[in-house]
């Protein structure tokens, strides 16, 4: 019997997919394609990020999704020694950051980079996983 694990690391479990709603649908579609999509209001224009089925300002449920920037600042982030997955532990630490969008809403991913600074302009990229699209920040080219 052969194994095809290498005999020094114990069996990794898989990292947790993305639970896909028919709400969420649009923003996975695209982030598969590399592409950041936030939803607006189509009664008051209110740009939302997490989807969500309201608009917290009107309480419309009329929605366009918009293409994003991709451009943000940083607001905050945490370095995380502690793995809530199994299948995270590889990678710790590792930093999560959350950046203001240029579109007026926050958004969370992985910080790839060196050092962080509140304020620094960063740009959003999706890293194609066999579990699906992990968001992840980098610094902007234009503050390098
Ligand atoms: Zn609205």
Request: proline share 8%; aromatic share 10%.
């Amino acid at each position: 019997m052969t194994h095809d694990t290498n005999p020094s690391m114990p069996d990794t479990p898989a990292r947790p997919s993305p639970k896909i709603t028919p709400l969420s649908a649009p923003y996975w579609e695209a982030a598969a394609q590399g592409r950041l999509l936030l939803q607006s209001c189509e009664s008051c224009g209110k740009v939302r990020h997490y989807p969500r089925m309201l608009c917290d300002a009107c309480y419309s449920a009329q929605t366009n999704w918009i293409q994003a920037s991709h451009l943000g600042k940083v607001h905050s982030w945490t370095v995380c020694h502690h793995a809530f997955h199994p299948s995270f532990v590889a990678d710790l630490p590792y930093t999560l950051v959350t950046v203001d969008l240029e579109e007026g809403v926050r958004a969370l991913g992985r910080w790839r980079g060196a050092g962080l600074v509140i304020g620094d302009a960063v740009v959003a990229q999706f890293e194609q996983r066999s579990e699906g699209p992990e968001l992840f920040f980098t610094a902007s080219p234009r503050t390098e």
